[in-house]
């Protein structure tokens, strides 16, 4: 089979690959649509954990089944899935309970595990309506490949359980930011400020139901929570961006006794004073590895949530370079798909 190599910063090439073993507890996906993730850029414009040579990355998408493991039960060939790879050592407490996602040895599909930019892709633990769910035919393939960001967004909001009344805030605005305002949107939430970067995030953030976009590169987003939430400040803040000024920021904008969801991953470390969540009582949770699979396909199938006007770029696998080189710097780019 084809799948893209990746070789170190700016190096994804094209090869022929064995093809994956089947697992036991698994199953083989031939690959229709796989997404381009944040961290995935992280790896490819700074290169991986231990230089990354060899690995595949991939661990947002779509396909059908075409191989089924002894142990799997509940799908059969040509079935259309989405999936969450993940593999725990099999030893430890969280395993024994079947919760591998909480083992502290996790590898992790495209981290790990050889991922989706290839034809074809081997899911252990694979398990519908757990961390794997069936497409209803009213979902598309691309669409699909957006789920795990969406369960991402929709754990987010989840962990927060904001109320119709709550100013929300959320900052960073790739699909997991603009999946979180659907969401609050979807749940009655009236004030949503958002901020970030680009031009068409800042459009699709508007059209999803924020009521205040601040473009990043131009205005702080302090003053204006300032300027709508008054003496009263927000109830929510969502830091998807994994900037360390906006988590700074986050800390100022939220009352005492509110809420910072940390969702982006940082790439640098922040310093602090522990100081602020003790005097103000906030309360600092990370959304971290936790997906609510079923329940986004289950917000994508009732148009709750609409991630097409995301989806702003398709390549074949061939163009997996040029598809990772336009989501790093495309202006319009917000989620770029790699079809094999
Ligand atoms: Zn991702
Ligand atoms: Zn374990």
Same mark, same amino acid.
């Given at each position: 089979?084809?799948?893209?190599?990746?070789?170190?910063?700016?190096?994804?090439?094209?090869?022929?690959?064995?093809?994956?073993?089947?697992?036991?507890?698994?199953?083989?996906?031939?690959?229709?649509?796989? =997404?381009?993730?944040?961290? #995935?850029?992280? !790896?490819?414009? %700074?290169?991986?954990?231990? $230089? *990354?040579? @060899?690995?595949?990355?991939?661990?947002?998408?779509?396909?059908?089944?075409?191989?089924? =493991?002894?142990?799997?039960? #509940?799908?059969? !060939?040509?079935? %259309?899935?989405?999936?969450? $790879? *993940?593999? @725990?050592?099999?030893?430890?407490?969280?395993?024994?309970?079947?919760?591998?996602?909480?083992?502290?040895?996790?590898?992790?599909?495209?981290?790990?595990?050889?991922?989706?930019?290839?034809?074809?892709?081997?899911?252990?633990?694979?398990?519908?309506?757990?961390?794997?769910?069936?497409?209803?035919?009213?979902?598309?393939?691309?669409?699909?490949?957006?789920?795990?960001?969406?369960?991402?967004?929709?754990?987010?909001?989840?962990?927060?359980?904001?109320?119709p009344d709550d100013i929300c805030v959320?900052?960073?605005?790739?699909?997991?930011?603009?999946?979180?305002?659907?969401?609050l949107?979807?749940?009655?939430v009236k004030t949503i400020i958002?901020?970030?970067?680009?031009?068409?995030?800042?459009?699709?953030?508007?059209?999803?139901?924020a009521e205040v976009?601040?473009?990043?590169?131009?205005?702080?987003?302090?003053?204006?929570v300032?300027?709508v939430a008054?003496?009263?400040?927000a109830d929510?803040?969502?830091?998807?961006?994994?900037?360390?000024?906006?988590?700074?920021?986050?800390?100022?904008?939220?009352?005492?006794?509110?809420?910072?969801?940390?969702?982006?991953?940082?790439?640098?470390?922040?310093?602090?004073?522990?100081?602020?969540?003790?005097?103000?009582?906030?309360?600092?949770?990370?959304?971290?590895?936790?997906?609510?699979?079923?329940?986004?396909?289950?917000?994508?199938?009732?148009?709750?949530?609409?991630?097409?006007?995301?989806?702003?770029?398709?390549?074949?696998?061939?163009?997996?370079?040029?598809?990772?080189?336009?989501?790093?710097?495309?202006?319009?780019?917000?989620?770029?798909?790699?079809?094999?």
């Amino acid at each position: 089979m084809k799948a893209a190599v990746f070789h170190g910063a700016h190096e994804i090439r094209v090869e022929e690959y064995p093809y994956p073993k089947l697992p036991d507890d698994g199953v083989i996906i031939k690959v229709n649509s796989s =997404g381009i993730c944040g961290s #995935d850029l992280h !790896v490819y414009s %700074r290169g991986g954990r231990g $230089g *990354g040579d @060899g690995m595949i990355m991939g661990h947002e998408f779509s396909g059908d089944i075409v191989e089924i =493991g002894k142990d799997v039960t #509940d799908v059969k !060939v040509g079935d %259309r899935v989405v999936a969450i $790879g *993940g593999v @725990g050592c099999g030893e430890c407490y969280w395993c024994q309970q079947g919760q591998y996602i909480k083992c502290s040895k996790l590898s992790f599909l495209g981290y790990g595990i050889k991922g989706a930019f290839a034809e074809y892709t081997a899911i252990p633990n694979f398990k519908i309506g757990m961390y794997a769910e069936k497409l209803p035919d009213s979902v598309s393939y691309e669409e699909g490949a957006t789920a795990e960001p969406l369960s991402v967004a929709l754990y987010a909001v989840n962990q927060v359980q904001p109320k119709p009344d709550d100013i929300c805030v959320v900052t960073g605005l790739g699909i997991i930011g603009i999946c979180v305002i659907q969401i609050l949107r979807s749940r009655g939430v009236k004030t949503i400020i958002a901020s970030g970067r680009r031009t068409k995030r800042l459009e699709i953030a508007k059209q999803s139901g924020a009521e205040v976009v601040v473009d990043a590169a131009k205005e702080d987003i302090v003053p204006v929570v300032e300027k709508v939430a008054g003496s009263r400040k927000a109830d929510v803040v969502f830091e998807v961006a994994g900037v360390p000024e906006l988590f700074h920021k986050a800390l100022q904008m939220v009352h005492r006794g509110g809420v910072v969801d940390l969702v982006g991953l940082y790439m640098e470390q922040v310093t602090w004073s522990p100081s602020v969540i003790v005097g103000n009582d906030i309360t600092l949770i990370g959304c971290g590895l936790r997906w609510d699979l079923p329940g986004a396909v289950e917000l994508l199938a009732s148009g709750k949530v609409d991630t097409k006007p995301m989806i702003t770029h398709e390549f074949s696998l061939d163009q997996t370079k040029e598809a990772f080189e336009t989501q790093l710097t495309s202006q319009d780019a917000i989620k770029v798909i790699v079809k094999p």
